[in-house]
C-alpha cells in the first residue's frame, strides 16, 4: 500500500501570503514590512499579520461632492462645496500620510518581534 503524506495547509498558505506580500513590496518599491511566516504562534497570528501588511498603506480619502438640488444656486454652491471639500482632503491627505508612517513602524516592529521569537534560543 501506498501511505500518503499529510498536507500542511498551513505551510502553502504562509507561502502563498511571503509571496504575495513580496510581490506587493516589489511593486512599491520597498521591502515587505511583513513577514506572514512562522510556526511559534496560532495561524490566526500570521493571518492578520498577512492582512495588515496589505492594508497598512492603504487610507485613501476620496473627494465626494454630490451636486446641490437648488435651480439657481445650484452649481454656485456646488463649486463651493468641492472648494471646501477640496481643502478638507488636503489636511486629511497629511494626516493620512502620517498615520501611514506609523503604521509601517508598528508592523514592522511587530515583525521584528514576532521573528526574534520564532527563533530557538541560542
Same mark, same amino acid.
Given at each position: 500500500?501506498?501511505?500518503?503524506?499529510?498536507?500542511?495547509?498551513?505551510?502553502?498558505? +504562509?507561502? @502563498?501570503?511571503?509571496?504575495? #506580500?513580496?510581490?506587493?513590496?516589489?511593486?512599491? *518599491?520597498? *521591502?515587505?514590512?511583513?513577514?506572514?511566516?512562522?510556526?511559534?504562534?496560532?495561524?490566526?497570528?500570521?493571518?492578520?499579520?498577512? +492582512?495588515?501588511?496589505?492594508?497598512?498603506? +492603504? @487610507?485613501?480619502?476620496?473627494?465626494? $461632492?454630490? %451636486?446641490?438640488?437648488? %435651480? $439657481?444656486? *445650484? %452649481? !454656485?454652491?456646488?463649486?463651493?462645496?468641492?472648494?471646501?471639500?477640496?481643502?478638507?482632503?488636503?489636511?486629511?491627505?497629511?494626516?493620512?500620510?502620517? +498615520?501611514?508612517? !506609523?503604521?509601517?513602524? #508598528? #508592523?514592522?516592529?511587530?515583525?521584528?518581534?514576532?521573528?526574534? #521569537?520564532?527563533?530557538?534560543?541560542?
Amino acid at each position: 500500500m501506498n501511505e500518503e503524506t499529510p498536507i500542511d495547509v498551513e505551510a502553502i498558505m +504562509q507561502e @502563498i501570503r511571503a509571496e504575495i #506580500l513580496a510581490q506587493r513590496a516589489a511593486a512599491r *518599491g520597498a *521591502g515587505p514590512p511583513v513577514s506572514a511566516v512562522g510556526k511559534r504562534f496560532s495561524p490566526a497570528f500570521y493571518e492578520h499579520l498577512y +492582512q495588515a501588511g496589505l492594508a497598512y498603506d +492603504q @487610507i485613501k480619502p476620496e473627494r465626494l $461632492v454630490r %451636486p446641490v438640488p437648488v %435651480p $439657481v444656486l *445650484g %452649481p !454656485v454652491l456646488g463649486r463651493l462645496r468641492q472648494m471646501l471639500h477640496e481643502l478638507v482632503l488636503f489636511y486629511v491627505n497629511q494626516v493620512a500620510a502620517a +498615520q501611514m508612517r !506609523v503604521n509601517t513602524h #508598528l #508592523l514592522q516592529a511587530l515583525n521584528a518581534l514576532a521573528q526574534d #521569537l520564532e527563533e530557538p534560543d541560542a
